[in-house]
């Protein structure tokens, strides 16, 4: 008797527990439509940008409700946007991150930087890319002692093949990244490689371009930057730290918020044409966009971030069966152009300013990985 009962009660609990393991499944399942509907990526209200919706401008409404379905469940994303057709199409801000929140976006700096470079070649501060960098730094003559840094170009410094070190790689030039630049480090840092050989990330060949662009402009970096670059797309800068000699940081330390940082890569989406007006040359953006180095990131991101190339400081990344352009900053900060789908996204996360090795490398995968899957699942146009 007490074994049929037993049996009874089994069968009583199965359809309980059979309940319970669908509801947890349910729970799991990111892609599901039931869930993803009630995801809001609705852009806010206000601002100067012109918002539509993914259906208006011919994107699946789904892919965009999964993006930010994931997003959700990324520990320091901060903003994240896309942008189409030149319309805010979806809006989010995670874990703090606000809508007028002006943070550090990190090495995305370096992408403006090379604007920068280029409007001041249009305007005639510069005369070319293969002006050497030595020209510029006269006073430093006597001291290079290699002779290949009279080799150096600006050309080399834009595509990160000047033959300097990446900070990271050693403790005292770690020391030296995150205590401040001085230029005569041209000079006191050794070279690793020749000139115009194999990409070789370096903060300081960026920083460089700042100080180059600034002098033969006869004025600070941010007062040209603004009258040139960002007041003419709108955007409004916070800070911008300087290094120890008072020059404005060529490799970092922007801060903006993240409206403001779709309005940069619209510029560059539009071959440097914003509201009417060439404020970058188009060529110049063309130039910027190209590939000069491939594999230049050894460390692996994800199965939807590969076959890493380097241009003039943006980076060219494959997801899936796109390929797109990147300003990338640590932390996993990104401007990120489809071109094929008339795309900006852009991401904001906490800069990680000061941490680094395998957890920050962590966060920032992530970032990278949610818009790199993001363009991987739409469909070839």
């Known amino acids: 008797m007490n074994r049929i009962h037993a049996k009874r009660h089994r069968w009583f609990f199965l359809p309980f527990i059979s309940m319970v393991l669908l509801l947890l499944i349910l729970a799991g399942c990111g892609s599901c439509k039931w869930n993803l509907d009630l995801v809001d990526y609705t852009p806010l209200s206000g601002g100067d940008w012109t918002v539509s919706t993914p259906e208006e401008q011919g994107l699946d409404p789904m892919l965009v409700a999964e993006l930010y379905f994931n997003a959700a469940k990324v520990e320091t994303l901060q903003a994240l946007l896309v942008i189409k ?52 730094f006269p006073e430093f003559a006597a001291e290079i002692t290699d002779p290949r840094k009279n080799q150096i170009t600006i050309g080399h410094l834009l595509q990160m093949r000047a033959g300097y070190p990446w900070e990271e790689s050693t403790a005292e030039l770690f020391e030296i990244l995150y205590g401040g630049f001085r230029t005569r480090y041209l000079v006191d840092i050794p070279l690793i490689r020749d000139p115009g050989s194999k990409m ?4 300081f060949s960026a920083h460089l371009l700042g100080v180059i662009v600034a002098g033969e402009a006869g004025t600070d970096l941010r007062t040209f ?22 020059n ?69 990344v494959r997801a899936g069966d796109h390929r797109y352009n990147l300003a990338w ?34 966060y920032e995968k992530a970032n990278l990985n949610l818009v790199g899957d993001f363009f991987a699942s739409l469909p070839s146009e």
């Open 85 to 136: 057709n030149g319309y805010l199409i979806a809006e989010a801000y995670f874990n703090g991150g606000a809508i007028d929140q002006k943070t550090r976006i990190q090495s995305v700096t370096k992408s403006y930087t090379s604007a920068l470079v280029g409007i001041a070649l249009d305007q005639g501060h510069l005369s070319s890319v293969d002006q050497t960098m030595t020209e510029f």
């Open 200 to 203: 070789e990330y370096s903060n």
């Open 329 to 362: 900053g640590h932390g996993g900060q990104q401007i990120a152009l489809l071109d094929e789908h008339s795309m900006v996204v852009v991401v904001k996360a906490d800069p990680l300013f000061g941490q680094h090795g395998d957890r920050a490398w962590r």
């Open 248 to 316: 404005y940081n060529g490799h970092g330390d922007l801060h903006f918020n993240a409206r403001d940082m779709a309005k940069f890569g619209l510029l560059y989406l539009n071959d440097g044409l914003y509201d009417g007006t060439q404020v970058v040359p188009a060529d110049w953006v063309e130039a910027s966009l190209k590939r000069y180095s491939e594999d230049a990131w050894e460390y692996r991101v994800g199965r939807n971030f590969t076959d890493i190339g380097y241009g003039y400081q943006w980076w060219s």
């Open 225 to 246: 930057a603004e009258a040139n670059l960002f007041s003419p797309i709108t955007a409004v800068l916070g800070d911008w730290i300087t290094d120890l000699e008072g």
